[in-house]
């Protein structure tokens, strides 16, 4: 029997599949001290985890472990290349909370456009600020979406009826891929320029980090809106502030630093943030149980490692 660790309130459909299809030996355990279980369990076979910390050395307190799973897309939380020096190979669940993210970065525009988080307490406070609460509409604008991966390309077809004009920077996409989408490329400083809404879909690497600095947010329109739902570390937070005021850009924001409680930087900057809430979805997380565990047993038993992040 190999055994799999789950130390998250992860949907126990990847529980139910695995002892499905037998010979695994499933501990899930919410909050569970995941170093000592390693420590006690020398067979620990494959670990399944959120956002959980994978460090170096409950890798090395675990001689047996041959893979980790993240059920969702980062993987930031676990030290991959330990994991390769140890022969570990680690996967995600890439696309399993997409449409989440998706539904998240039009839940924010609407709101924006519509004042509903500043409207909801004025009208229960007995006040009725039509005047104040004029909205806009996102019927027609123009959208830019940095990043036309998953998720990205999922924004341009949840979008789509509302017959935007849609713009779309990704390296390693084909003018006729975005076509396929409706998506018009063009270059990063062009998208800035012409958007009504900026949405990031980008990793954060070496080569993205602060890529929305000064130079980015110069060429917004004024009254623009900004969305980060996809890393903090892309959006050069200090530029923003510098510029927000002067070019009365708008900025929705879903991701932090580290995701924790306390005091959050951005909170002067930010017209909505809310607390890393795109794949926090039922389905979202019924739908990365059920890959991780299918991906698992694909790897065991058809040494099959598409999702392999650490190759
Ligand atoms: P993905 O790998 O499917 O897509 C990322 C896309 O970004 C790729 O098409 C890639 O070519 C493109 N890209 C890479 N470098 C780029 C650059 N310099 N400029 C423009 N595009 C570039 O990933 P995804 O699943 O779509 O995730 C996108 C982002 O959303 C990631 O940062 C991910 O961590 C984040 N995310 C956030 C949440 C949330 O809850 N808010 C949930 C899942 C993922």
Known sequence: ????LIPTALDSVA???????????????????????????????ALIVRSEKITAEIIDAAPALKVIIRAGAGYNTIDIQHARAKGVDVMNTPG?????????????MLADARHLIAADPSCRAGKWEKTTFMGTEITGKTIG???????????????????????????????????????ELAALTDLFARSDYVTLHLP????T?????????????PGAVLINCARAGIVNEDDLRALKAEKKIRFLNDVYPK??????????????????LGAST???NCKAAELAARQLIDLDDRGIGNAVVNR
């Open 1 to 4: 029997m190999k055994k799999v």
């Open 15 to 45: 529980k139910d599949i695995l002892e499905a299809h037998g010979g695994y030996t499933v501990v899930q355990i919410p909050k569970c001290d995941i170093l000592q279980f390693a420590r006690e369990n020398a067979d620990l076979h």
């Open 96 to 108: 399993a909370n997409s449409n989440g993210v998706a539904e998240e970065v039009i839940a924010l």
């Open 145 to 183: 979406i940095v990043g036309l991966g998953y998720i990205g390309r999922l924004v341009a077809k949840r979008l789509s009826g509302f017959e935007p004009k849609l713009l779309g920077y990704d390296p390693n996409v084909k003018p006729e891929q975005a076509q396929a989408l409706g998506v």
């Open 204 to 207: 954060e690497n070496a080569e």
């Open 209 to 221: 980090k602060g890529m929305v600095n000064r130079d980015l947010l110069g060429r917004m329109k």
């Open 259 to 276: 995701d924790e409680e306390g005091p959050k930087s951005v909170a002067d900057i930010a017209d909505i943030m809310v607390p890393h």
């Open 282 to 284: 039922r389905e979202a």
